[in-house]
């Protein structure tokens, strides 16, 4: 099947539930409510009905554990509910997360700072973790600012509790550098993009966050030990 939903184009192998349906549209809304503006283009979203369907789609970010993905041209590829092992909350979190990422690709054209790309999406709608989890983390792993380069690699694949690590730290940091405001976010990228550079984006780090990246991950650990 393949429906017009103004934004985007659903298609899928089979029908798409109402419900999946309904919260795609309300993921795009909640982005576009975020953002302040609107994707540039009409994009695909892919809905997959069995892991070879996946494993097809998501192409070069294939994960065998994955729920669903965005491609570089804004495709976004989502398992259906019922081939996840997800509550209804945890599904909607999935599909606000990956709209995010939809708007920012088609907005910024890059995936850099990768902290900010996916810490902003799991803001959005993303996995839970306590603070002592979170913590303990940090401490196990060494973790330090490096978390936050201006490109963060992984030179291997990273496991499913490295990545979900990752962005419960990335997703707690945009909440305390932007004080739960994280339109402050959106508007600290507007002003990236039009010089992405490492020299600019270490500049504006200082500008938006009144401190290095260094300075602002130490209160940022202080912060997490006191709630």
């Not at 795009?28 to 070879?52: A, H, T, W």
């Not at 065998?64 to 804004?74: I, N």
Request: glycine share 4%; charged share 30%; net charge positive.
């Amino acid at each position: 099947m393949k429906k017009d939903l103004n934004f985007a184009w659903l298609i899928s192998s089979k029908d798409v539930p109402i419900k999946t349906e309904s919260r795609i549209k309300e993921a795009y809304k909640r982005n576009e409510n975020l953002f302040g503006r609107v994707p540039s283009k009409k994009f695909k979203i892919v809905v997959c009905n069995s892991e070879e369907e996946w494993k097809k789609e998501s192409k070069y970010y294939y994960l065998p554990f994955g729920a669903a993905t965005v491609l570089r041209d804004g495709t976004f590829v989502v398992k259906e509910q019922k081939f996840l092992d997800r509550n209804d909350i945890d599904y909607k979190n999935i599909l606000c997360h990956e709209m995010n990422h939809v708007f920012f690709t088609l907005s910024y054209k890059t995936t850099k700072p990768l902290w900010i790309l996916e810490g902003l999406a799991e803001y959005t709608g993303g996995y839970s973790k306590s603070i002592k989890e979170i913590l303990e983390g940090i401490k196990q792993r060494k973790i330090d600012h490096n978390i936050l380069q201006y490109r963060y690699l992984q030179r291997n694949s990273p496991s499913k509790e490295v990545v979900r690590l990752n962005y419960a730290i990335w997703k707690n940091f945009i909440g305390f550098a932007s004080d739960n405001n994280p339109k402050l976010i959106v508007e600290f990228m507007n002003n990236f993009i039009k010089n992405p550079t490492k020299k600019n984006y270490n500049k504006l780090f200082s500008k938006f966050f009144g401190k290095n990246q260094k300075e602002k991950f130490r209160d940022f650990i202080l912060w997490l030990k006191k709630r």
